[in-house]
């Protein structure tokens, strides 16, 4: 079994293999994808964790989000910018900047490097 677990496994799920933890899902994580927002509401359970302990899931919670934030940039930024190929990169991230500013949504500073990465 653990050779066909690891035969669908992907980065995503690359923790897996890691046999020394034992991740559940843990509810609280809510979208309302037409109006694309979010917001958070964890149980009262995962609360009565030690501070320490929620801390720690937390921050890998928000190490693994930002990751996912990130690529869905980059793909976005592809996904506009493809009509405008004639433009050079420096005004396609000009552009883009632009588009994230009227849309809200956070551009990092270093899209470019992201550009590379994914």
């Keep these: ?3 066909a677990l690891r035969a669908f ?5 690359a923790w897996l293999e890691d046999d020394s933890h034992m991740q559940l899902p843990v509810q609280g994580l809510f979208a309302d994808l037409d ?3 979010g917001s958070i509401a964890l149980t009262d359970d995962f609360l009565r964790l030690p501070a320490s302990v ?23 930024f592809r996904e506009m910018m493809a009509p405008l190929g004639d433009l050079s990169i420096v005004e396609q991230v000009e552009n883009f900047r ?11 500073s270093d899209l470019p490097l992201l550009l590379q990465r994914y």
């Excluded at 919670?61 to 976005?76: D, H, N, S």
């Excluded at 632009?98 to 990092?108: S, T």
């Design 1 to 3: 079994m653990e050779a």
């Design 9 to 13: 496994m992907s980065d995503e799920t």
């Design 35 to 37: 109006a694309a927002a």
């Design 54 to 76: 929620r801390a720690e899931v937390l921050q890998h919670w928000v190490r693994g989000l930002e990751e996912k934030r990130r690529q869905a940039i980059v793909q976005m």
């Design 98 to 108: 632009h588009a994230c500013a009227q849309l809200g949504i956070d551009c990092p």
